[in-house]
T-cell receptor, first 113, second 114 residues
Framework: DSGVTQTPKHLITATGQRVTLRCSPR?????VYWYQQSLDQGLQFLIQ???????AKGNILERFSAQQFPDLHSELNLSSLELGDSALYFC????????????FGDGTRLSIL | GDSVTQMEGPVTLSEEAFLTINCTYT??????LFWYVQYPGEGLQLLLK?????DKGSNKGFEATYRKETTSFHLEKGSVQVSDSAVYFC?????????????FGGGTRVLVKP
């Protein structure tokens, strides 16, 4: 058990819809990261938050947004969903930056029908 | 930009065989290097890490040495078990002003047969 909790585990929805993925980091971790895992793109970094502030942005679409709340949990919002958004979305957390390893949740599997 | 290249799988082995998964990287700074493992239906678990040149990371019988001169971080295990069947990801973290995201290789699926 990594200590990172993601909900829901599975999400099935239709094109054009909006969903919210939730992540609770390990106790004491200030950084939260979101990654997308798909068959064609592999594991891609989306965005990082550190103590409530956006720290780094990767290959995140404009239709996607995220935030980290004062209690350090994070949400990833995906809107105007397309078939190609079907993927496994992982959240990871770490104590801070530098050489601290990231610990991953079990992911949310998003299926767009 | 940063990139990680690892050997494509699947790699199929018999129990007690020697496992090597090659990983090379390109980075502009001085990255930390990681191996993560993903078992079926689960998230990624940190297997081992190395933060500077010549460091050796080790865990559960797996080892990898940070080789700056060859920009490599190959994963090895002397005697694999069926329970080692999983997908293995090599990754780097190049901490800087742009945060410390992980850049992953494509993953190598390993199947160990009894």
């Amino acid at each position: 058990d990594s200590g990172v909790t993601q909900t829901p585990k599975h999400l099935i929805t239709a094109t054009g819809q909006r969903v919210t993925l939730r992540c609770s980091p390990r106790s004491g971790d200030l950084s939260v990261y979101w990654y997308q895992q798909s068959l064609d793109q592999g594991l891609q970094f989306l965005i990082q938050y550190y103590n409530g502030e956006e720290r780094a942005k990767g290959n995140i679409l404009e239709r996607f947004s995220a935030q980290q709340f004062p209690d350090l949990h994070s949400e990833l919002n995906l809107s105007s969903l397309e078939l190609g958004d079907s993927a496994l979305y992982f959240c990871a957390s770490s104590a801070g930056g530098g050489n601290q390893p990231q610990h991953f949740g079990d992911g949310t599997r998003l299926s767009i029908l | 930009g940063d990139s990680v290249t690892q050997m494509e799988g699947p790699v199929t082995l018999s129990e007690e065989a020697f496992l090597t998964i090659n990983c090379t990287y390109t980075a502009t700074g001085y990255p930390s290097l990681f191996w993560y493992v993903q078992y079926p239906g689960e998230g990624l678990q940190l297997l081992l890490k190395a933060t500077k040149a010549d460091d050796k990371g080790s865990n559960k019988g797996f080892e990898a040495t940070y080789r700056k001169e060859t920009t490599s971080f190959h994963l090895e295990k002397g005697s694999v078990q069926v329970s080692d069947s999983a997908v293995y990801f090599c990754a780097l973290s190049d901490f800087g002003a742009a945060g410390n995201k992980l850049t992953f290789g494509g993953g190598t699926r390993v199947l160990v047969k009894p």
